[in-house]
């Protein structure tokens, strides 16, 4: 994707990407929601990475993007028509999430020094 698309990686916790997730694939305003074809008549992809860290624990680690997208609900009337498929088109979910943890190590590490 690097080639032809400029890649928008959006990390963070659960809540995080259900948000990104309903922006993206539900009317939220009185419009029809075109956010993802204009983002695919830019070249633009996004990376939804879920992060989670394990109680007892201190390692932050890269979660399953696509189930958390994937399981995602609409919020009450806020959220209409809601499709979880709908910016199928400009999402490319992480694959193999070790290699995510090693390439967000040092993100990781300033945000979480950072307070968030």
């Known amino acids: 994707y690097r080639r032809t698309?400029?890649?928008?990686?959006?990390?963070g916790g659960k809540e995080y990407i259900e948000n990104i997730c309903r922006s993206l694939n539900a009317d939220q305003l009185?419009?029809?929601n075109n956010l993802?074809?204009?983002?695919?008549?830019?070249?633009?992809?996004?990376?939804?990475?879920?992060?989670?860290k394990?109680?007892?624990s201190s390692k932050i680690n890269v979660?399953?993007?696509?189930?958390?997208?994937r399981e995602t609900e609409p919020m009450s009337e806020s959220d209409?028509?809601?499709?979880?498929t709908r910016s199928d088109n400009v999402i490319g979910f992480?694959?193999?999430?070790?290699?995510?943890?090693?390439?967000?190590?040092?993100?990781?590490?300033?945000?979480t020094k950072q307070g968030f």
């Open 30 to 32: 009185k419009d029809v």
């Open 54 to 56: 394990p109680s007892g």
């Open 94 to 111: 992480p694959r193999g999430t070790a290699a995510w943890e090693q390439y967000l190590e040092s993100e990781i590490e300033t945000a």
């Open 36 to 52: 993802p074809e204009l983002l695919e008549q830019v070249d633009v992809i996004i990376v939804p990475v879920l992060l989670n």
């Open 80 to 84: 209409r028509n809601f499709d979880s």
């Open 63 to 69: 979660g399953d993007s696509k189930q958390c997208w």
């Open 5 to 11: 698309s400029r890649v928008l990686i959006c990390s």
